[in-house]
């Protein structure tokens, strides 16, 4: 009988364990709220992110694919990367593009103090501001990764919560694997996560060359399919 609680127990334990994973890191999760995933389904709109930058070359060889096709995108930056690269931060905001919050040093946020989040959030805001000249009123979680006191921080700085709904999973795929994952999700309103660095490593320790290779077929897929690309702004509640 007591064999039989201890595994029920277990396997309770269990489900709840996957269930709070699921809830904390899948970004179709609705556990923390709000959060922007998708934009609006009717017209085929899309709207293009890349997270982890500004690194070099990535970041300039993004930007020089998006002018020449007149995308515009939104940059999720680290605040350590923007103190390393302050001329790149500057010339995506100079190009037309928007920039979003995402940590400070790419912190997983799992299990942090609310003060520790509002820290990293802070002291990106500070960084952006003073190199571009505002403070974004979007942000990323690093991975995804939602944790407790981390929507109300956002309220309190008039911030939105933004995730995504497709991605080329550029992380871990070659540039064909990365075209071939993002036109898979390609639905209307999607939001398509990419990147231009890697967390807050250093120049040299940075490869997104996959993904700078698969960018130019991503534009020209989307657009034959009969996609428009548009600011992410264009997603979000207009306040
Ligand atoms: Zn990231």
């Known amino acids: 009988m007591l064999l039989i609680a201890l595994a ?3 396997v309770v334990g ?11 890191t899948v970004p179709t999760s609705k556990f923390f709220r709000p959060a922007l995933i998708r934009g609006p389904q009717e017209g085929k709109r899309i709207a293009l992110t890349f997270d982890d930058g500004p690194a070099s070359p990535f970041t300039e060889q993004t930007l020089a694919i998006l002018r020449a096709h007149e995308v515009p995108a939104t940059f999720f930056l680290c605040g350590k990367n923007v103190e390393a690269n302050p001329d790149l931060a500057r010339r995506i905001v100079a190009e037309g593009h928007a920039v979003g919050n995402h940590t400070y040093s790419h912190l997983l946020l799992y299990f942090q103090s609310r003060p520790r989040i509002a820290a990293e959030i ?7 501001e003073k190199v571009v000249g505002y403070r974004p009123k979007i942000f990323r979680p690093p991975y995804g990764a939602r944790w407790f006191g981390l929507v109300p921080t956002l309220r309190e700085r008039g911030m939105h919560l933004v995730l995504w709904s497709a991605t080329g999973y550029d992380w871990k795929k070659d540039a064909p694997g990365i075209v071939a994952a993002t036109l898979q999700e390609l639905k209307p309103g999607v939001v398509i996560l990419l990147h231009d660095g890697r967390e807050t490593r250093p120049a040299g320790q940075v490869d997104r060359s996959f993904t700078v290779q698969a960018l130019p077929a991503i534009i020209a897929a989307v657009r034959g399919r009969g996609y428009q690309f548009v600011p992410l702004q264009d997603f979000l509640p207009s306040t």
């Open 8 to 10: 029920s127990l277990a």
């Open 14 to 24: 269990l489900v709840f364990g996957l269930w709070f994973w699921w809830a904390c």
């Open 122 to 128: 802070d002291r990106t805001q500070e960084v952006i």
